[in-house]
């Protein structure tokens, strides 16, 4: 036993310290495939008027990005063990150029669709890759932050495609705001690779044994952990609490992205906002989220129990939906606003908080399979929002039941999460 610490304490030492550029290669990683979907949903008025699209058929474009990334997620896991992390940045970001070239030429629907399935297939790699690089690369006491750093990537690619596309589109057209897309896509390959090939020689990581080192920063295998109550058998127990997580982020993956598909069309075509407008209301989302994921990731780090962090995501989510459904009852523009607000202080750190528990909870060297498992739950619900709430407003030409919808998955998120409090009630976790 104490030959095994000496081993793992000498890995530790001998492996390149993490970096904040490779933290900025994270952040990159997670949020060149959201630029995908968020530059079509800031631009989504002239979208509409560009392609004869419905606003349903608009969801459905979503849908098929993050369909095909739920299709594709159990791969990517299995991929993200066993190939090299410089192969999974070329794959995540030459999928996002190669989207962005589609819809620059395409004039049609259907091309918009292949480029939204090929978007898709890459993106979901990124949470494996970036969980696995974590895991293997970063300290312990820094890994819950890490998360909610690198998880900000998706509101750093709100934040631009808010303020970037729109205004682009504006003075250099449809083509001049998708080969932008292009350009960021290229140049991050090579960024990343060089930042990342600091840290991996292959598939190994350098001035470290792969067998020394996948002992020292795995998680102890879930065979060995103790339990406690009614959860005797922990390898029981670790699998049921990943079907609480993954219900409970397939429920937020639908009504996060529900809003951030609908929410600018919403300000413009029924608040009467300008295009940059609306299409800032979703960078207020990314620049709250980004703040609040990194917040929500500091409460995880401090014990605080995962049921009680995802009741008080999902009560806050719904309260946002709520202002929404206000500003047009009441003709309350600022409602937007401060719906933008709550909704990136509660409804983007869920994905964060199950992150950091899969994580503290996933056996020893199958963190990209258990990610992948988790992104497939999350991606299916971001497939299903759009669609359901996009084929409301097409049969009622009224977003009421499309945002009473987000609001009544919400409300059951806060449901998922009471069941996950009983299911872990010996959890050792003290705060709130």
């Not at 904040?20 to 990159?28: D, F, P, T």
């Not at 596309?165 to 960024?191: D, E, K, N």
């Not at 401060?338 to 199950?354: C, E, F, K, P, S």
């Not at 049969?395 to 806060?414: E, H, I, K, P």
Request: overall charge positive; some cysteine; proline content about 3%.
């Amino acid at each position: 036993m104490g030959g095994d610490l000496k081993k793992v304490e000498n890995s530790d030492l001998s492996r390149p310290s993490a970096s904040g550029l490779l933290l900025v290669v994270l952040v990159c990683i997670m949020g060149v495939g959201p630029l995908f979907p968020f530059m079509l949903a800031t631009s989504s008025t002239l979208v509409i008027e560009r392609f004869s699209v419905t606003p349903g058929q608009l969801g459905i474009v979503s849908s098929v990005v993050f369909g095909s990334a739920a299709l594709a997620s159990q791969a990517s896991g299995w991929f993200a063990d066993k190939l090299s992390v410089r192969t999974q940045i070329v794959l995540n970001f030459s999928g996002a150029g190669l989207s962005f070239i589609i819809v620059a030429f395409t004039v049609d629907f259907i091309g918009i669709v292949i480029a939204a399935a090929i978007v898709g297939c890459s993106q979901a790699i990124s949470n494996p890759t970036t969980n696995r690089i974590i895991v293997e690369v970063v300290d312990e006491h820094k890994r819950t932050s890490w998360i909610g750093f690198k998880q900000s990537g998706v509101q750093v690619a709100q934040l631009l495609s808010g303020v970037m596309f729109p205004i682009i589109a504006l003075f250099f057209g449809w083509f001049g705001a998708a080969f932008s897309g292009v350009l960021i896509a290229v140049t991050l390959i090579f960024v990343s690779i060089s930042v990342v090939s600091k840290y991996y020689d292959g598939n190994n990581i350098r001035s470290a044994s792969s067998g020394g080192l996948r002992e020292s920063l795995a998680v102890p295998p879930i065979s060995a952990r103790s339990a406690t109550g009614k959860n005797s058998d922990p390898i029981r127990s670790f699998a049921y609490t990943r079907l609480i997580f993954a219900i409970s982020i397939f429920l937020i993956g639908f009504g996060v992205q529900a809003i951030h598909v609908f929410v600018p069309l919403y300000a413009v075509t029924v608040m009467e906002f300008s295009l940059v407008q609306g299409g800032l209301t979703i960078t207020v989302v990314g620049v709250v989220g980004m703040v609040s994921r990194v917040w929500w990731a500091r409460r995880v780090a401090a014990g605080a129990r995962l049921s009680s962090l995802l009741a008080i995501i999902n009560g806050g989510a719904a309260i946002g939906v709520l202002l929404l459904i206000m500003a047009n009852a009441f003709g309350l523009n600022g409602l937007i606003w401060m719906a933008a607000v709550v909704h990136g202080m509660t409804g983007l750190g869920g994905n964060v908080v199950i992150n950091a528990g899969l994580m503290r909870a996933a056996p020893a060297g199958q963190i990209g399979r258990v990610s992948g498992v988790n992104s497939m739950a999350m991606y299916a619900g971001f497939t299903v929002g759009p669609i359901v709430v996009g084929l409301l407003l097409d049969m009622t030409s009224s977003f009421d039941m499309g945002w009473s919808a987000a609001l009544a998955v919400f409300l059951v998120g806060v449901g998922a999460a009471l069941w996950l409090r009983w299911h872990q009630a010996s959890d050792s976790a003290t705060l709130w």
